[in-house]
């Protein structure tokens, strides 16, 4: 496999990320994702349509809007965003907009499902990695007090 490079570190490193995930996994991940960037103010994920994917953040913050939470939550490098419409295959759930310049992999449904098809083991992790996410995300939302682990 090749060495992590600047980007899988960043990945790698991030604590509310994609955590069960391998080196190796993330060497499968990057050969397959795509490169993004977002202005400042650009929409990454638009709440009521499909992304038909994930984007996993490079570098920046952008700001997750959900029409029932008062505040903005801010999301940066190493976090993921268009989960939950990825995951159920429904429109997103809210607003993702760049606060700053924001690179980004994307991974589309399709070139996900056919790493896991080839690679049982990376589905297996990558599914355990969301599930952590989004339990954690829960938690936040139910007690805003709660200290993240």
């Known amino acids: 496999m090749s060495k992590a490079t600047p980007d899988m570190s960043v990945l790698m ?3 509310n990320g994609l955590v069960y995930l391998t080196s190796n996994d993330w060497v499968l991940i990057a050969d397959k994702a795509v490169r993004r960037q977002f202005k400042a103010g650009e929409s990454i994920v638009q709440r009521e349509r499909r992304s038909h994917g994930i984007f996993l953040i490079l570098k920046g913050t952008a700001s997750v ?12 490098p190493g976090q993921i965003c268009g989960e939950i419409s990825f995951l159920d295959e429904l429109p997103a759930t809210a607003n993702v907009v760049a606060k700053e310049t924001v690179e980004a992999y994307y991974l589309d449904r399709a070139s996900l499902q056919s790493m896991f098809e080839l690679f049982p083991h990376l589905g297996s992790r990558f599914y355990h990695s969301l599930a952590a996410i989004l339990s954690r995300r829960l938690r936040e939302i139910i007690d805003p007090k ?3 682990k």
């Open 13 to 15: 490193a991030a604590k």
């Open 65 to 76: 809007q959900i029409a029932s939470q008062p505040t903005a939550v801010e999301i940066g």
């Open 146 to 148: 709660t200290p993240n």
